[in-house]
């Protein structure tokens, strides 16, 4: 009964051991050939992948000596607001320009400069009562202060623009002047789809 | 001349391992992604049509901020059951290659007929102009939230092409399969009890690689948060996802057991037989 027993278990793990070795092959050579595609196809996978910030609290942005933006916020949080006591404007200022963010308050166009970093900031809303629709009482030498978590930060409003929509994207971005661009739908109080749009240029004073 | 034989063997368990694994890879895909109906229980399961209905009201609230109308104006000009109607039409466009298009007519009418009623009437040329702007935006909203793609004849050639694969390819493997069996009972015609073994070593390789698979994918692969999109479309998809790897789980458990009650059947046969042989050996000397 011992031999048999012994016997059984001897012939299991032999033909055991040569199924792993047989895996052990397979995964390697695997590895091998399509290693590199599977690990960038997982990557590419874990992209569309959110979450990461799920539950965290959002982390205020901090400004560094060098006018750098540590950490800058995530696609869709508050970071500061805008004030313009001209049109008694106080609002929400977002990151990210899309319509789900504009029904919150003002969005920051995500290709732009942030206040402070000495560049064109790109802000826009909705010209909805409660956000731009006074935006026609503004005139130049009126005052746009921004308050965000590290500093504040007046602008001049030197000009006003009415452009096409299409032409939004053209926006000038540059580093070399900080200059604080806001714009909102026109005509103010269009009935309908506003295919145009108003634009605010204002400067840093302090 | 018996180790030559040995390896052979081996070599045909292995590819018989292969040909299994790519059979049951190929089963589950079919029976999921590339099924309509189960595409079709997946949506109903996961509240698909419930999701999409609430984004395309929260999609065209989007716009009425800037329009200057009321939000009442949105009011019922979508139903519950058109979304899950059109939902349909798309899904039938890319399983059946259909080419029927999504009818915003009743939208287009209701949202005209809620802004007249807003505007009691009094709309002049160019705000109608605008207005008619602002409707066919919102009727493009609606088709792109239920459609999400221009592609649907695209993706149902490519679809029915990977159906032909599909179906090639597994007449190759089963023919495959056969062969390598038959392989095996020619290579072990003298010890016949081995094609259990054999057959044990290519259920247990993958069993082992479907399960390795599986943790794999788990442990790289955050699929709670795929996002795709919007909640609805990612909801279905992560469903889908995790219900291939559950299906990729049962086939590995069920595939390694079998593979190891086969090699320990195989082991008892083998004792068996030693000791009869033995038993025998030593019967005339008694």
């Known amino acids: 009964m011992h031999n048999f027993v012994i016997n059984t278990i001897k012939a299991t793990i032999i033909e055991l051991i040569v199924a792993l070795f047989i895996t052990a092959i397979i995964l390697g050579l695997g590895y091998f050939l399509f290693g590199a595609k599977v690990e960038e196809t997982m990557s590419l996978i874990n992209k569309v992948s959110i979450g990461v910030s799920e539950g965290k609290e959002a982390v205020d942005p901090v400004m560094n000596e060098e006018n750098k933006i540590i950490n800058y916020p995530e696609y869709g949080n508050k970071y500061g607001t805008i004030k313009i006591p001209k049109i008694d404007i106080d609002l929400p200022v977002y990151y990210g320009d899309a319509l789900d963010i504009l029904k919150k308050g003002v969005g920051h166009s995500s290709g732009s400069y942030f206040p402070g970093e000495g560049g064109s900031i790109i802000y826009m809303g909705h010209n909805s009562k409660k956000v731009f629709r006074r935006f026609s009482e503004l005139q130049i030498g009126n005052k746009i202060q921004v308050t965000t978590s590290y500093g504040e930060f007046n602008y001049k409003i030197y000009d006003m623009q009415l452009i096409n929509e299409t032409e939004v994207d053209k926006l000038p971005i540059q580093k070399e002047k900080e200059i604080l661009m806001v714009y909102t739908c026109y005509p103010f109080n269009n009935i309908g789809y506003a295919t145009q749009r108003y634009v605010v240029y204002a400067e840093l004073e302090s | ?286």
């Open chain 2, 1 to 286: 001349m018996k180790v030559v034989k040995n390896i052979i063997q081996y070599i045909v368990a292995t590819i018989l391992a292969l040909a299994i694994l790519l059979l049951i890879l190929i089963n589950i895909f079919s029976s999921s992604i590339l099924s309509k109906d189960y595409v079709l229980s997946k949506l109903d399961e996961q509240n698909y049509y419930d999701k999409i209905y609430e984004d395309t009201k929260s999609n065209f609230e989007n716009y009425i901020h800037q329009s200057g109308l009321d939000e009442e104006v949105l009011n019922d000009i979508v139903a519950k059951e058109k979304v899950k109607k059109d939902t349909k039409i798309i899904i039938n466009n890319i399983y059946n290659g259909m080419d029927e298009k999504i009818n915003t007519e009743e939208i287009k009418e209701r949202l005209n007929e809620n802004i007249n009623n807003s505007l009691n009437g009094k709309i002049s040329a160019t705000q109608r102009k605008s207005i008619d702007t602002f409707v066919d935006t919102i009727c493009k909203e609606y088709e792109a939230t239920i459609s999400h793609t221009n592609y649907e004849q695209k993706i149902h050639t490519g679809y029915k092409q990977i159906e032909r694969y599909i179906n090639l390819a597994k007449k190759g493997i089963l023919i495959g399969i056969g062969v390598c069996i038959v392989l095996i009972i020619l290579l072990t015609l003298k010890r016949i009890y081995r094609v259990i073994a054999r057959i044990g070593i290519a259920f247990t390789i993958d069993g082992i690689l479907l399960l390795f698979a599986q943790n794999y994918i788990n442990s790289k692969v955050r699929i709670s948060s795929i996002t795709i999109l919007n909640d609805g479309t990612s909801e279905v998809l992560r469903s889908i996802l995790n219900d291939i790897l559950g299906n990729v789980l049962k086939y590995g458990s069920v595939l390694l057991s079998i593979g190891i009650i086969l090699i320990v059947i195989y082991g008892l046969i083998k004792s068996i037989r030693k000791i009869k042989r033995e038993k025998e050996q030593y019967t005339p000397e008694n």
